[in-house]
């Protein structure tokens, strides 16, 4: 593995934070022809083409494997020609039209196309290539080494963070990925649950003893248990009884109504709940959430006759997604003509999520006397969460 651990970068794809940065791996495979397998974003190794032949020796660069060609993963490719210039590049008809608009010349001659379940020999191993288009981009492949059972994955199983262990991390710490890898895979890959779907399809047919993926650690132990959580996340099934509460609020009121629904919620026995400030916390994050739980109650504030522009910055981003399988209430305040409960009503109907209840607006404060208006939203959403209704 050749890997940059990059804990510079402060946004990845220039929108999702980075806390613990990102790495970006990519593979050498020395046999009697030596195969690099996609490279790392331009200029995040100092010298990435060094790396490479400091490992290389003498010995020839012969094959240049495309898996998946965002640039993130394709910034050295322009280097690596020039060093070794007899190297032939490996991939699919997409990869080809994409390469033609990145990197022209090496679409032409030395492009060697391939199709699905194609094999390549390289001496004792043999490659076979596995079409999983939209995983994340419609070229995406994943390329898996007979024999050896090695699988390496593309996007997929990839997390955010930067790897501390060099080759794999520790056996049985899957669980301490788990956060940050669902809030990769529904930023980055979340959109195509069904492209996901088929492509586990494919590998179930595959003896996967290992995975190495673009971003975070190589895993050689928990393979089945990655898969499950792929396999959840793309099914987009939440966390049973889970409840969501993401408010936007100026002066405080719907954070009041949002607490006190938690609260209320909790008195009722639902154990899994979380809330959010969608001015306070990143997109990114409330993305993942929103994959992970079950009952999304959506409050806003009335803003210029319409939602809070970050509540309405949350809605017109989820909207993208296809998640299903959800249920809404809503709730918001206002102090003369609202919006903000009318726009999410709109959304709801919009997004297809069931509504579980009426929504409830207050005018102006929110005050402890008016919290009864909630007395059927918080019966509503308890019932469910404990399967109760
Ligand atoms: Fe890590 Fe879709 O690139």
């Not at 997390?159 to 520790?170: K, L, M, P």
Request: charged share 25%; proline share 3%; glycine share 8%.
């Amino acid at each position: 593995m050749l890997r940059v651990n990059d804990r510079r970068k402060e946004l990845f794809e220039n929108i999702w934070p980075l806390p613990d940065g990102v790495s970006y791996n990519c593979y050498l495979v020395e046999d009697d022809k030596n195969v690099l397998l996609d490279t790392v974003e331009s200029g995040s190794d100092g010298d990435f083409v060094s790396h490479v032949a400091s490992v290389l020796g003498d010995k020839p660069l012969d094959y240049l494997v495309i898996n998946h060609m965002e640039p993130d993963h394709s910034g050295e490719f322009g280097a690596i020609v020039e060093r070794y210039p007899d190297i032939k590049i490996v991939g699919n008809s997409q990869t080809r039209k994409i390469l033609e608009n990145y990197y022209p010349d090496m679409a032409g001659e030395r492009f060697m196309e391939v199709t699905d379940g194609q094999t390549l020999n390289i001496g004792k191993r043999t490659l076979h290539f596995v079409f999983t288009p939209w995983v994340h981009w419609p070229e995406t492949m994943m390329t898996y080494v007979e024999g050896d059972g090695i699988l390496f994955s593309a996007d997929a199983f990839g997390t955010f963070g930067v790897s501390d262990a060099n080759i794999v991390e520790h056996e049985g710490d899957l669980a301490s990925y788990e956060s940050e890898m669902r809030r990769y895979y529904t930023n980055i890959v979340g959109k195509y649950g069904g492209m996901v779907q088929k492509a586990l399809a494919k590998l179930s047919g595959f003896d996967i003893k290992m995975i190495c993926p673009l971003h975070g650690p190589a895993w050689k132990s928990d393979i089945s248990e990655l898969i499950g959580l792929y396999d959840q996340w793309s099914k987009y099934e939440p966390e049973e009884g889970s409840v969501l509460i993401l408010y936007a609020s100026m002066y405080n009121n719907t954070a009041r109504m949002a607490d006190s629904l938690a609260l209320r919620i909790a008195e009722r026995g639902v154990k899994n709940i979380k809330i959010y400030d969608v001015s306070k916390t990143h997109l990114s994050y409330l993305i993942s959430e929103t994959f992970r739980c079950k009952y999304i109650l959506l409050g806003s504030c009335a803003y210029n006759g319409f939602m809070f522009p970050m509540m309405d910055f949350y809605c017109s981003n989820i909207k993208q997604l296809n998640i299903k399988q959800r249920s809404l209430a809503i709730f918001g305040g206002h102090s003369w003509n609202g919006g903000g409960v009318r726009m999410l009503d709109k959304f709801a109907e919009e997004i297809g999520w069931e509504k579980i209840c009426d929504s409830v607006d207050v005018r102006g404060m929110a005050s402890a006397d008016k919290m009864s208006a909630f007395d059927d939203m918080v019966d509503a959403v308890a019932d469910k969460a404990l399967g109760e209704r």
